[in-house]
């Protein structure tokens, strides 16, 4: 279909006043005899507050597992991964070029990666992201190519390796992340409550649910001092303006916690992804890729598939039946407590006031994503014994997350030379010289579901878990250095219990399970 006939289905629609009509699909007299789409009907604006959230959440599944094709706007020929215009106009982004495996598109699903043990989850070291490569047009090996013709690139190094163009991460999993997204805003609010009742002159303790972000102060001018201010990803303490605050934003998604919600995340990969733009970030009847597709994703389709990975259930805890096993899980979970493990990795956070209510858009989204006001709330109840089980439940008025993170930057590496340091610092100006200087700090893990995402760290070149534990250092030397002191018998511990946190079977009820994936009561010793 041309670009043309899409555009005309679009002021048809505007016209016709029929919520229910088919979108940028061909015109009268054209037929899906031949047509090869992954999804024939898109949501139409509106009708996400309509439909039941099963159907909502189902679409949303089906976006995320959809195998984009050149007929519906997969590919983006003139535009990068990041969204800005290619470097080189003459070089258009079209097979056989339509696909790179470094800068992207990379995978024609979201599903593609995301589907340990099941779609959702985490990936396979082949689905890692070479995450930044998408600032070039087309990355080759060939640093003379890439510098004039791929992507007039201002800044690659003196070797160009895959090693040094761009951070490779692995595929993390979005179980549970609806909880997390919404403690995120809390944790936001509380912040910057804090902040604004801050006077010029005065100094005040940046703390959210027990955890510390440091100290925030003002100057008698005015101005704000972020000095000692820790945990907070730079891109939410940069200035805004002169005197403006710091946003103080938690960006819990990336692992260099840099997005602030699911919605930001989901338009960022489309796009980088497969080369589906979303109207909201790319404007409604604006070809911003030159595919010659409009509207390739509606607002409503984006609220599904936020939706759809919001409500994934809560990883839980897979606990043997054989009782030496069982034994050495509940030994481990005290011995991950007693050595300092839970200073970072902190076992129970509250969601209160409601915060279980998940509602789009999220009030801190940046500007190209739906924001407050765009649009009517979409809420859902993140404890709704009807959405995909297991759920977590209010007591009193909370909602205690097992997430096992406390939502900051670390840097638990040791200086330049670890080797699990990142070569590119993204939360920093591209191009500039501590955009080089490489990257070592990362949101603390979350460790529900840890697991059965193989594989381990950031970068998912570790097997198993124990090598993740051994190479925390920096600001995890002393729990490091515990764990190394503990009797031999207490670390396997620490690893079996690592080993119990789970996401669990589709089919679970109860957020225990047993090796065959049997609902059981947690036994007593094992949260939740
Ligand atoms: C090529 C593999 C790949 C594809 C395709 C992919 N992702 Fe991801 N995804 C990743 C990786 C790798 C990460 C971790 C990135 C990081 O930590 O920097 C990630 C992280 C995420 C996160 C944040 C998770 C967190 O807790 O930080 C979200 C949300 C997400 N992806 C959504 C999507 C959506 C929606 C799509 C489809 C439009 C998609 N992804 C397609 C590999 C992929
Ligand atoms: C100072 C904070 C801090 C402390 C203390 C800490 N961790 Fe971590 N942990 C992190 C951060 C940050 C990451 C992410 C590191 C990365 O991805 O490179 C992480 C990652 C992990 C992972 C890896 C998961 C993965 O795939 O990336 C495991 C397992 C883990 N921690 C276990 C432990 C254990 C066990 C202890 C106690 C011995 C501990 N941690 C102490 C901050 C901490």
């Not at 899980?329 to 902190?346: A, L, P, S």
């Not at 007591?395 to 330049?416: A, E, Q, R, W």
């Not at 925390?472 to 511990?493: I, M, P, T, V, W």
Request: include cysteine.
């Amino acid at each position: 279909m041309t670009k043309r006939s899409c555009m005309w289905t679009v002021k048809f629609l505007l016209l016709s006043l029929s919520p229910i009509t088919f979108f940028c699909t061909p015109l009268a007299g054209q037929t899906e005899i031949g047509r090869e789409v992954a999804i024939r009907r898109h949501l139409q604006d509106g009708e996400e507050y309509k439909v039941s959230l099963k159907d909502l959440i189902e679409y949303g599944r089906k976006l995320f597992n959809a195998m984009w094709t050149s007929q519906e706007g997969a590919g983006r020929p003139l535009t990068k991964g990041t969204g800005a215009p290619v470097a080189d106009t003459r070089n258009p982004l079209v097979f056989p070029r339509n696909f790179n495996r470094v800068s992207g598109p990379d995978t024609n699903s979201c599903s593609g990666c995301h589907n340990k043990p099941y779609v959702g989850g985490g990936g396979d070291i082949a689905n890692n992201v070479f995450v930044l490569g998408q600032r070039f047009d087309f990355a080759t090996f060939n640093q003379s190519a890439m510098v004039s013709t791929e992507a007039a690139v201002d800044e690659v190094g003196n070797s160009t390796t895959l090693q040094t163009i761009a951070d490779s991460r692995k595929t993390i999993g979005m179980f549970g992340s609806g909880f997390i997204e919404m403690l995120a805003r809390q944790i936001t609010a509380d912040l910057r409550t804090i902040r604004d009742a801050t006077p010029a002159g005065g100094s005040s303790a940046l703390l959210s649910k027990g955890i510390s972000f440091g100290t925030i102060s003002r100057k008698a001018d005015g101005s704000w001092d972020i000095s000692r201010v820790v945990g907070i990803a730079w891109l939410s303490l940069r200035s805004q303006g002169p005197n403006d605050p710091p946003t103080l934003i938690i960006r819990p998604f990336h692992q260099s916690g840099s997005v602030i919600s699911l919605r930001e995340f989901s338009n960022n990969a489309f796009n980088h992804h497969h080369g589906i733009q979303a109207e909201e970030r790319f404007g409604v009847g604006v070809d911003a890729d030159g595919d010659g597709y409009v509207n390739e994703l509606t607002r409503a389709d984006v609220s599904a598939v936020t939706i759809f990975q919001a409500t994934l259930p809560p990883p839980g805890r897979v606990i043997d039946a054989d009782s030496e096993i069982r034994a050495a899980v509940i030994n481990g979970e005290e011995k991950f407590r007693k050595i300092g493990c839970v200073d970072c990795h902190i076992e129970n956070l509250p969601l209160d006031n409601r915060g279980w209510i998940y509602a789009e858009p999220n009030p801190y989204n940046p500007r190209g994503n739906l924001r407050l006001g765009d649009a009517p709330t979409l809420t859902v109840d993140l404890t709704d014994p009807n959405l995909p089980a297991p759920r977590l439940r209010q007591v009193n008025g909370v909602v205690f997350l097992p997430s096992y993170t406390d939502f900051k930057m670390h840097d638990i590496k040791i200086g330049p030379a670890d080797p699990n340091r990142e070569p590119l610092d993204m939360n920093q100006p591209p191009g500039t010289p501590a955009f080089f200087a490489g990257n070592s700090k990362f949101i603390t893990r979350r460790l529900w579901g840890i697991a059965n995402q193989h594989s381990f760290g950031h970068h998912g070149l570790y097997t198993t878990m124990r090598e993740s534990v051994l190479g925390h250092a920096g600001e995890a030397a002393a729990s490091n250095d515990a764990f190394r002191a503990l009797a031999k018998y207490d670390q396997d511990s620490i690893i079996e219990f690592l080993k119990s946190l789970q996401i669990l079977a589709s089919s679970a009820h109860s957020l225990c399970a047993d090796q065959d994936g049997r609902d059981i009561e947690c036994p007593p010793g094992v949260q939740p």
